[in-house]
C-alpha cells in the first residue's frame, strides 16, 4: 500500500519561496510517477505539477509554469520548489501517486493519470 509523508508547508509572504517534500514507498506495481495537487478553500482540487518516475519527464499547470519545479531525489522524495509566490497559490498541497490503471482520473495540465493514493496534505499559506 502506497504511503506518502509531505512537509514543507508554512507562511509565506507574496514573492517568496517554499520547498515541499513527499517521502513515498510501497508503490504499486502500476504506479509510474509522482504528482502535486491543491485545493483552496472553496474550490475544486486541481493538478499542479507531475514527474515521470521512469523517464523524468515532468508535467505542470498553466498556472504555476515558470515559478513551480518538481524534481525527485535518487531514493522515495519528490519535491515541489515554489518561487514567486502569489496569495492564489493558498492551498493544502497533496502529494499523489500516480498510476497507468484505475477508475479515479486526475488531470495535470494537459496529461491524465489514474489516481493511486492521496497524501494527506501540507497547508501553503501566502500572505503579507
Known amino acids: 500500500q502506497v504511503k506518502m509523508v509531505e512537509s514543507g508547508g508554512g507562511l509565506v509572504q507574496p514573492g517568496g519561496s517554499l520547498r515541499l517534500s513527499c517521502e513515498f514507498s510501497?508503490?504499486?506495481?502500476?504506479?509510474?510517477?509522482m504528482g502535486w495537487f491543491r485545493q483552496a478553500p472553496g474550490k475544486e482540487r486541481e493538478g499542479v505539477s507531475g514527474?515521470?518516475?521512469?523517464?523524468?519527464?515532468t508535467y505542470s499547470a498553466d498556472s504555476v509554469k515558470g515559478r513551480f519545479t518538481i524534481s525527485r531525489d535518487v531514493k522515495n522524495t519528490v519535491y515541489l520548489q515554489m518561487t514567486d509566490l502569489k496569495p492564489e497559490d493558498t492551498a493544502m498541497y497533496y502529494c499523489a501517486a500516480l498510476s497507468h490503471t484505475g477508475d479515479n482520473i486526475v488531470q495535470i495540465g494537459d496529461t491524465v493519470f489514474a489516481l493511486d493514493a492521496w497524501g494527506q496534505g501540507t497547508l501553503v499559506t501566502v500572505s503579507s
Open positions: 510501497g508503490l504499486g506495481y502500476y504506479d509510474y510517477a
Open positions: 514527474i515521470n518516475l521512469d523517464d523524468g519527464t
